[in-house]
């Protein structure tokens, strides 16, 4: 009789199966995180929503807190893939500041914030964690970082405004809004900060009129005016 956990030649769909249980328990994390809190994301807890054996949370992840990361890790990777998307569809500032105030509506609405919150809350109890959810934040810098990239082409600008800080700035603040809006209960502040964001966006983006033309009829005008004024000078005379 072989021992459990032991591995065995019957069975080829197992790997599949441990696949889906994994799964399973991952979505019961994030579950267990926006509805209960980090508190109550116990092993039993997790286990029922996923309909498992909580000893398989241990066999696949060692541990609760690593189950946990695994769920923040899934709900980083669908946001920073929804984020991309997002992204690209933007042509300009502006565009850029309405799709992080589309994102960040959407991030409430579903609870994903809740997920990040109820993590960092629960990395002043637990000790490890902090470093590990610190370490999750990263890529949504690195992202943040490659959009600025892509937005400031002005090498002055570039210069006086260091990518990787103003990345660094703008994440914690959008994790900021999204706590505070999540603890209050209250958007309307975050959106009206969004607002202002996308009229100073305004003033950096390119004007649709062209100067050019402008500039040309300004200068057709005083031609116009130097050549009335010769005529009336030589009918003087």
């Given amino acids: 009789m072989g021992k459990s956990g032991s591995p065995s030649a019957v069975g080829r769909g197992g790997a599949g199966r441990s696949a889906e249980t994994r799964r399973l328990l991952?979505?019961?994390?994030?579950?267990?995180?926006?509805?209960?809190?980090?508190?109550?994301?116990?092993?039993?807890?997790?286990?029922?929503?996923?309909?498992?054996?909580?000893?398989?949370?241990?066999?696949?992840?060692?541990?609760?807190?690593?189950?946990?990361?695994?769920?923040?890790?899934?709900?980083?990777?669908?946001?920073?893939?929804?984020?991309?998307?997002?992204?690209?569809?933007?042509?300009?500032?502006?565009?850029?500041?309405?799709?992080?105030?589309?994102?960040?509506?959407?991030?409430?609405?579903?609870?994903?914030?809740?997920?990040?919150?109820?993590?960092?809350?629960?990395?002043?109890?637990?000790?490890?964690?902090?470093?590990?959810?610190?370490?999750?934040?990263?890529p949504w810098t690195d992202f943040a970082q490659r959009v600025i990239d892509g937005a400031l082409v002005d090498p002055p600008l570039g210069s006086v405004l260091p990518s990787r800080d103003v990345a660094y700035g703008i994440v914690a603040l959008y994790l900021g809004l999204e706590m505070l809006s999540h603890l209050d209960g209250d958007r309307a502040p975050a959106l009206a900060l969004f607002a202002h964001a996308s009229q100073l966006a305004g003033l950096f983006s390119p004007r649709q009129d062209a100067p050019a033309t402008n500039a040309g009829t300004d200068t057709d005008a005083e031609t116009d005016t130097e050549t009335n004024t010769d005529a009336k000078t030589k009918e003087t005379s």
């Avoid at 579950?31 to 996923?50: N, P, V």
């Avoid at 498992?52 to 807190?65: C, E, K, T």
């Avoid at 809740?114 to 590990?132: H, K, R, Y």
């Fill in 26 to 138: 991952v979505e019961a994390a994030i579950t267990t995180l926006k509805e209960d809190g980090y508190a109550g994301a116990s092993a039993r807890a997790i286990a029922e929503r996923a309909g498992s054996n909580q000893g398989l949370i241990f066999y696949h992840f060692g541990s609760v807190a690593n189950l946990l990361l695994a769920a923040l890790d899934a709900v980083s990777s669908e946001r920073l893939a929804h984020y991309g998307a997002s992204i690209d569809q933007a042509g300009s500032l502006v565009d850029l500041v309405g799709a992080a105030t589309g994102i960040f509506s959407d991030d409430l609405d579903a609870g994903y914030v809740t997920v990040l919150v109820e993590m960092i809350a629960g990395a002043s109890a637990t000790p490890g964690l902090g470093p590990e959810v610190a370490a999750r934040i990263r």
